[in-house]
Every structure is written in C-alpha cells, then in structure tokens.
C-alpha cells in the first residue's frame, strides 16, 4: 500500500531562526511524539537542514528533504551542493524538477535525469515534480508534457530504484496563485500518470507510488483534493509556512484512505 504523504516546501522563505521557530510550532501541534498514518515531509532551505533534522529526527513519522542538489557528487561547482552532502545529514529526501527551478534556472529534463541518479546513488528519495503551464492546458497538452517528463526525466531508472521515487503533480499555473486544479483535475492527471507509471514499471509500482498534488492547497480545500483515489497527499507551498493550517492540512489526509509503507 502507497504512504500517504504530506509534505511542506518553504522554498526561499525564513531565517534559521524562523524555521526553527516553524519546525518548533509544528511539532507542538502535531503533537511531538507524532505517530499519524500520513507521512509528514518538512523541506526547508539549506541553511536549515540541520537545524529541522535535529528537531524531527526522533519522530519516525516525519522526514526532511532538501529542496535541490547537484547532479555530480563532488568538484569545481562553486556555491552547490551535492546529494552526498545532504545525506550524509540523515536527509532522507530531496525535491527535484520543481517548476520554479525548471523556470528561473534553466533545469530542463536531461539534466533532471542526471540529478535524480544523483539522489539515488546517495540513497535520497526523489521527489520528481511534474506539471504543465497554463498554455499547455489550454491547448489540451497538459497529459503530453506530463508523460514527456516523467519519460525524460524519470524513466530511465530501473524497477529496483524506482521504488524510492515520490512524484508530485504541480500545475504550473496553480503555484502560489489561488488557483487550484479541482479535485476531477487532479484526479484525472493522477490517473494518467498512474497509467504512465504501470506502462513503464508495471501494475505494482504503480500501484505502490505516491503521487503528491501541489498547487494552492490550503486547510479549506485539502481535505476534497485528498479524498481524490488516485491523491497520495499534497505538496504544500505558502501554507506551509504557517504551522496551524500546515498540521491542518496533514490532518485532511483521510485516515480510511489506506495504510503506510516505510518512506
Ligand atoms: O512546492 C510547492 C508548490 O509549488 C505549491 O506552492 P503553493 O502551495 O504556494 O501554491
């Protein structure tokens, strides 16, 4: 059975200070000993990392991801970061393919490719996001450019490490602007990317990934999105930020949805 995932992505926002203010206050309402059935991922900068595994690291439920790396794992890369370093801190996972670093920094799939063997090789769970533009979607395109970067940036990973592989389903234009896709949206693109899934891996694997949606989700509108059969939980932006609707929205996940598997 697939785990039930919600995970925040604060992106460039908070001081360490801040954050650990954040991870503090979060783990006071999840209640600190947090034993939910859904897996909660908290996935600050850099800068933090250290600071918000020193606070989880006790709490089997809740896991850290860094939200990039590098695909090398070492040399002349000024000012990056590889996947070994951000393992060697007992992170267990790393965001890869967001579209704000396929727009704002160039990232395009055979690079991605490059950057999710990175991860596996230093045993970080991928958690590959996906998602077309407004235009896209417009022109009908939106499943075409989904199945492309899975197939791109993905695909080329074998059965065995595919298993470590969380995908997140973002409609570009519903980050950080209101817009939601509704539920039927997010379900019918979860479906066709379950359907991609088993057309490369098999009914199993699809059957055992969780596939996140990101796009404005917010306390008042987690619980339909999740309710979704084929929404394994949320990739949460702004509203990860503030640690009452960040525990609400872990708290949509249906409890009758299914069980765990080990993240
Ligand atoms: O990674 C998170 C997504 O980009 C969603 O962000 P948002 O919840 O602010 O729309």
Redesign the pocket.
């Known amino acids: 059975m697939r785990a039930r995932i919600v ?1 925040g ?1 604060w ?1 460039m926002n908070t001081v360490p200070s801040e954050g650990v203010g954040l991870v503090v206050e979060i783990l006071e309402k999840l209640d600190s000993k947090y034993t939910g059935d859904t897996r909660v991922i908290l ?1 600050p900068p850099f800068t933090h990392l250290i600071d918000v595994i020193d606070h989880v690291w006790e709490v089997p439920q809740i896991s850290v991801a860094a939200q990039n790396c590098h695909h090398e794992d070492n040399g002349a890369y000024t000012g990056e970061i590889s996947a070994g370093m951000i393992s060697d801190l007992n992170i267990d996972a790393v ?1 890869l393919g ?3 670093r396929r727009q704002y920094f160039g990232e395009d799939d055979a690079l991605l490719a490059k950057k999710v063997n990175a991860a596996i090789r230093n045993s970080l769970m991928p958690i590959f ?1 996906v998602g077309e533009v407004l235009e896209d979607r417009k022109a009908n395109k939106h499943n075409e450019v989904v199945t492309s970067q899975l197939t791109q940036g993905l695909f080329h990973l074998s059965s065995e490490e595919f298993k470590n592989v969380i995908i ?1 389903y ?1 409609p570009v234009w ?4 209101g817009e939601t896709a509704s539920p039927q949206q997010a379900q019918d693109m979860h479906k066709s990317i379950r359907a991609h899934v088993a057309s490369k891996y098999g009914e199993d694997a699809a059957n055992n990934v969780s596939i996140l949606y ?5 306390p008042n509108n987690a619980s339909e999105i999740f309710s979704q059969p084929d929404v394994d939980g949320g ?6 930020l503030n640690a009452d609707d960040f525990v609400s929205i872990v708290h949509a996940m249906a409890p009758a949805k299914g069980g765990l598997h080990a993240v």
């Not at 990739?235 to 990860?240: C, F, K, N, T």
């Open positions: 995970a992505n992106k996935s965001i967001h579209s704000e996001c997140a973002e519903a980050i950080g602007t990101g796009g404005s989700v917010k990739l949460i932006g702004g509203a990860s």
